[in-house]
């Protein structure tokens, strides 16, 4: 049976802040630009049949409500709604909802389907938070808010996943005792980016940098006729259950791994690693 908890759709490249520690690493990205919606919809027909069952489809970015045609993305959704009970969209609370948004969530809840928001709270810079709360409040449509700012931080702050370096020197044992304690195989997040489902962000992110490649069966490229359903839905079963390439790079998400203060703004036009 072929599950995940979480399957994540990301949208562009593009986005409102420039973090210097995004998760996504976008200030770093070489290309800032948005998935057409014709690509994504392609992509959704590949990608849902070859799952069973999944928990929530996730929309993300970069700034998933500057893509121009999210309400028609989320319509699509509707097509696969056998396949799942919950979408989010992912935002930074820099973005108020348009109407025809807010038009196709509540197609959305006529479907049958669950609906929220998830804004990340960075204080100052999420400058549209109290008219993004208010306007969801207005139209019925859930809402959480994950506050990041002060010192009542979720998680105690934000967490870099590494800088993209291979660590060369860790021995065999040592790469299945990180991989034994990160929580990404717990989790269950599939994120897709052009066509490519990634069994965890840091993996996709190392791959649109350019710093790594996965080896065959650490990924499943959608576009891939060289492959069958069957040996995709295959490789899909066995997402992290086992150390990948990306692992080599990684310093493991863990429960105690370090924290830094979100959203740091880098001057814009300005990225490096993290």
């Known amino acids: 049976m072929t599950t995940a908890k979480i399957l994540e759709f990301f949208l562009t490249t593009r986005c409102t802040l420039n973090c210097k520690m995004c998760l996504c690493a976008i200030p770093y990205q070489p290309v800032k630009r948005d998935t057409p919606k014709e690509e994504l919809?392609?992509?959704?027909a590949l990608a849902f049949p070859l799952y069973d069952e999944i928990g929530r489809v996730e929309l993300i970015g970069g700034e998933p409500m500057l893509h121009p045609d999210l309400p028609e993305i989320v319509l699509e959704l509707l097509k696969y709604r056998d396949k799942f009970k919950k979408i989010r969209i992912t935002t930074n609370g820099t973005i108020v909802p348009s109407p025809a948004l807010i038009d196709a969530v509540h197609q959305a809840q006529a479907a049958g389907l669950e609906f929220d928001f998830l804004v990340d709270d960075y204080g100052p810079l999420?400058?549209?938070?109290?008219?993004?709360r208010d306007v969801l409040a207005r139209e019925h449509i859930d809402c959480r808010?994950?506050?990041?700012?002060?010192?009542?931080?979720?998680?105690?702050?934000?967490l870099c996943y590494g800088d993209f370096?291979?660590?060369?020197?860790?021995?065999?044992?040592?790469l299945w005792?990180?991989?034994?304690?990160?929580?990404?195989?717990?989790?269950?997040?599939?994120?897709?980016?052009?066509?490519v489902i990634y069994s965890c962000v840091y993996a996709?992110?190392?791959?649109l940098l350019g710093k790594f490649s996965l080896r065959d069966g650490e990924f499943v490229d959608l576009k891939d006729s060289s492959k069958s359903d069957a040996e995709k839905k295959?490789?899909?079963?066995?997402?992290?259950?086992?150390?990948?390439?990306?692992?080599?790079?990684?310093?493991s998400f863990r429960e105690d791994s370090p924290r830094f203060p979100a959203a740091e703004q880098l001057p814009r036009g300005e990225g490096s690693a993290c």
């Open 234 to 251: 295959r490789i899909l079963e066995t997402f992290l259950k086992h150390p990948t390439e990306a692992c080599r790079y990684c310093d």
């Open 145 to 158: 808010v994950d506050c990041y700012t002060g010192d009542d931080q979720r998680g105690n702050g934000w």
């Open 41 to 44: 919809f392609r992509h959704f």
């Open 204 to 207: 996709m992110t190392g791959v």
């Open 165 to 174: 370096t291979l660590r060369e020197h860790e021995t065999e044992q040592q």
């Open 126 to 132: 999420s400058h549209k938070l109290s008219e993004i």
């Open 177 to 195: 005792e990180k991989f034994s304690h990160c929580l990404c195989p717990k989790l269950q997040f599939h994120d897709t980016h052009d066509g």
